[in-house]
C-alpha cells in the first residue's frame, strides 16, 4: 500500500500542484502571458492547428526513430567486431571516445551542406550518431558478461564459435542492448529535433518552434514543445517494455 | 599405485600418471600429480577429499576443460578431446547453470539443439528426460521460479540428455540443504541405475560418496594424489534405509579415517 501510495499517488499529487501553480500564475495572477501561456490557450492551440502539429511531429519521429535503428545496428556491429577481435576493439576506443564528447548537434550544418540541404538525411545521421554511442558501450560490456560456468558448459558441449554466440554470447548481452536502446531513443530524439534548429527542409517540429517563439505565437509554439515530449516518452515507454519482456526472467545483478 | 576397474565392461576413464601444474604469481602450483585411475563403464566412482586436493581440476581434466601438464588420459579409449568432440560424457556443476532466458524445457534442450537436427526428436526427448527428473509439469516454467533442488534436476537432465555412457558431475548438491539434498541423492541413484552411465562424482560429503558410489577415491592435497581407495560394494540398488544401516556406517568410518590418515601438511609448506 505504501508502495503504491509512493509510486503512483505521489507523483499524481505533485503534477496537481504544479498544474494548480501553473493556472494560478497565468489565469489569475496573468504574469507575462507571452512567455507562460495558460493551460487552456496551449489546449486551444494544439486543437486549431492539430493536424499539422501530428504532421510535423511524424517528421521528427521518423527522423528519431530512423536514426535510432540505424545507430543501433551500427553500435551491435561494431560492438561485435570489438568483442571479438581485441585489436579492432584497441583501435576505436580513442575513436569511440572522441565522439562521445563531441557536440554532435554542432555537426548539423557541416552534414547539410554534404548531404544537402533539402533532405533529412542530416538530421538523421545526427540522431544516428547520438544513438550509436550508448548502444556500442553498453552492447560490448553486455558480450562480456558471460558466465564461467556458461562457457564452460559450452566448451563441453562441443559448441562451434557460431553457435555459442548465437546461443549464449548474444542472448547474454540482450538487457544490455536493450538498456543502450533505451537511453538511445532520449538521445536520438532531442538530437533529431535540435538538429532542425541548425537550418534545414522547414518540415518537422524545430523550426515552428523557434518562428512562433520568436513572433509571439508562444501558446503554440508550447503545444509543439508538447508534441515533442510526446514523441521522447513513447519511444522512451516502447524501450522500457521491450527491456521489461527480456529482463523480466533474469536475476538482478 | 594403479587401481584395476571391475573388469568385464569396458573402461569409461583411464588415467596414467596424470598431473597438472599451474602457473601462479608465487611460481607453480601442483594440482596434481601421479594419478592412476580407472573407472569401469557403468561404475559409480567419487573423488573425495578436502578443498586443494584436485578432485574438481581431475574432473574438468576428464571433460577436456583444461588439459594435463603431464601423463595419459583416456575416455573410452580416446583422447579427452575427441570424446568431448563426441559428446561422450554429461556435465553438471555445482551451480545449476541454467540459461535463464530459457524455459525448464528448453535448458534440457540445449545440448539437442547443438547436435540433434530433428525437432520432433528433440521435443519427446526432453519431455522423457522431465519425466525422469520429476518435472514434467514444469516444463514451461523458468529458472528463477525453481527452487535450488528444482534447478539442479534441470541441469542433471540437460547433463543426460545425448544419453552420454558417462555423466561428470562436480559437487552438485554442493549447494543445497541436507534434505534436498538426501532426496537428489536417491534421485541420482535410480538415474545412474536406469541410464547405467559411469558417473565420476566430485563432493565434499562423505555419506553422500559413500551412499552413491561403487568406490571411493580418496585424494589429498599438496600435490593433489590418490591417497585411498575404497570399495562400497552395495550393490546397484540405493536403498533409503541402507543410510542407516551397520554397514552404511562402517563405509563412512573407513572413509573418514582414510581422510585424515592422510599425511598432515606442516604449516610452513603452506
Known sequence: MTSLAGRVVAPIVVGLLLLGVWLLLTDVVHLAPTMIPSPAAILQQVGEFGDVIVEDALVTGANALIGLAGGTVLGVAVAALAARFRVFDGMTAPVIAALAVVPIVALTPILNTMLGASTQSGRQVIAGIAAFIPVFVNVLRGLRQTRPVHRDLFRA???GGGQTFRK??????????????RIASSLAVISALVAE???GPVEGLGTPIVSYAKSGKTALAWGYVGAAIAIGLALFLITMLLEWLVTRHRPSE | MTIPATPGAGVAVKAAGVSKTFAAKSGQVHALDAIDLEVAAGEFVSLIGPSGCGKSTLMRLIADLDQPSGGRLEVFGKSAS????????????????????????????????????????????VAELAAMVGLSDFTGHFPDQLSGGM????AIARALAEGPRLLLMDEPFGALDEMTRERMQTEL??????????VVFVTHSIPEAVYLSDRVVVMSPRPGRITEVIDVPFGSSREESLRESPEFFAKVTAVREALHGTPVTRADER
Do not use: C
Not at chain 2, 541413484?189 to 559411469?198: D, F, K, L, P, V
Open chain 1, 157 to 159: 558441449y562441443a559448441a
Open chain 1, 168 to 181: 549464449l554470447t548474444l542472448p547474454t548481452a540482450m538487457p544490455y542492448l536493450l538498456t543502450g536502446v
Open chain 1, 197 to 199: 534548429y541548425f537550418g
Open chain 2, 82 to 125: 575427441q570424446a568431448r568432440l563426441d559428446q561422450d560424457y554429461g556435465i553438471a556443476f555445482q551451480q545449476a547453470g541454467l540459461l535463464p532466458w530459457r524455459t525448464v524445457a528448453a535448458n534440457i534442450a540445449l545440448p539437442l539443439e547443438l547436435h540433434v537436427p530433428s525437432k520432433a526428436e528433440r521435443a519427446s526427448r
Open chain 2, 151 to 154: 534447478q539442479q534436476r534441470v
Open chain 2, 189 to 198: 541413484a535410480r538415474i545412474s541405475t536406469e541410464t547405467g552411465a559411469a
